[in-house]
């Protein structure tokens, strides 16, 4: 019988915390409190003290976060948006749905947004670069930070996957206008259903999420604005404000699964590696560990067969090849890296003896 390795467990993570976890729930839901509430308040003053921003705010999702970051940095109907064609859909969606367009660039070998071909995607149209930090590391974001002053460009940061890292020791999220978060499940730090979060050093900008998330409505309950409704729910927040406690322990352990995975994978020649731990400027927290794969598909197979998940990305296609409206965008390294990544398990419930045995099993196939 094979030894099971699922990609996401996410009943092992619930009942390692089940006790503190169900008083939790009780706690909240006896005292009625379910929007808008002091739980919502702390975790918010302790996730902008995590990231040392001046204002972090819950919402609903991650896309409703980078939807409002959008509309409150003043990105206008028809302006381009640059963003990096290695991204969830939801990244290409909100700037679609502010009614701005979505300008698609390549990633480097680092799968992160290359910065090297931000300029010569600018037009007069451009209104901000998008970069999106994905599987748990920060761009470089000095050279892009240089090039939206250049521009006189906004910065929305994309941060679903990267609570936690950082480039040249400042947190993902808090180089632009606004940073986004994700807190679906099996993010970094997952609620029990959807969450977001938008953070911000920028007083305007706070205020209006602020406003958006709630109907327009202000301090005093007064609609002074077109908004929605996305605000993060007062029991997820609860959630959220007990693990991000153990939070940086959780961190600590995906860098030592990464590190087992570099020791144990980096001599094979037909496998692409992510940077290790600790590399250059880069603090990575490895949300995915995203791999490039010789023979992908029979790679994937016999892991599957050995009781082992995997994940090939996004479904396996670049957000400019689905079928909305993207015929004449070309990306030939991007199209070249989904034909050969793969998301290999990366979880807190995983044991030194559960890595070791996907480590084998990738030296076994490639032996063969």
């Not at 409703?64 to 509309?71: D, G």
């Not at 290790?276 to 927290?285: E, L, M, R, T, W």
């Not at 794969?293 to 670049?318: N, Y």
Request: aromatic content about 8%; charged content about 25%.
């Amino acid at each position: 019988m094979s030894h099971e390795v699922p990609f996401f467990n996410y009943s092992a993570l619930f009942k390692e915390k089940e006790t503190e976890l169900m008083a939790l729930i009780h706690d909240v839901l006896s005292r009625g409190a379910y929007i808008l509430q002091q739980d919502l308040v702390d975790f918010e003053a302790n996730l902008s003290k995590f990231l040392d921003v001046k204002h972090a705010i819950g919402v609903a999702d991650g896309t409703n976060a980078l939807k409002l970051s959008l509309w409150a940095a003043g990105i206008n109907p028809g302006d381009h948006v640059i963003v990096p064609g290695h991204t969830y859909v939801a990244s290409a969606a909100s700037i679609h749905y502010v009614g701005a367009h979505p300008i698609f660039v390549e990633c480097g070998a680092d799968h992160m947004i290359d910065e090297s071909v931000i300029e010569a995607a600018i037009t007069p149209k451009t209104s901000a670069i998008m970069p999106v930090q994905l599987n748990g590391r920060t761009s470089n974001m000095e050279a892009i930070c240089q090039i939206a002053e250049k521009h006189g460009l906004k910065i929305i940061e994309d941060s679903a996957q990267a609570l936690g890292s950082k480039f040249k020791g400042q947190s993902a999220g808090s180089f632009g206008s606004a940073g986004t978060f994700s807190f679906y499940p099996a993010k970094l730090l997952g609620c029990f259903g959807d969450g977001g979060a938008v953070i911000t050093n920028d007083d305007e900008v706070a205020k209006k999420v602020r406003l958006l998330r709630d109907h327009g409505r202000n301090e005093e309950g007064d609609v002074v604005d077109w908004g929605t409704n996305c605000r993060l729910d007062n029991l997820q927040a609860a959630v959220l404000d007990f693990k991000l406690k153990e939070f940086p322990q959780d961190i600590e352990r995906r860098r030592q699964i990464a590190q087992m995975y570099q020791d144990g994978l980096s001599a094979i020649d037909q496998l692409v590696l992510p940077p290790a731990p600790d590399q250059g400027d880069h603090f990575d927290v490895y949300q995915n560990y995203e791999i490039e794969a010789g023979r992908r598909d029979e790679l994937q197979q016999k892991l599957r067969d050995k009781g082992i998940g995997t994940i090939v990305q996004f479904g396996g296609k670049p957000v400019h090849k689905y079928p909305l409206g993207f015929k004449n965008t070309i990306l030939t390294k991007t199209e070249e890296l989904y034909t050969r990544m793969l998301l290999l398990p990366m979880h807190t419930a995983l044991s030194d003896q559960d890595v070791n045995y996907v480590i084998e099993q990738i030296e076994g196939f490639y032996k063969s």
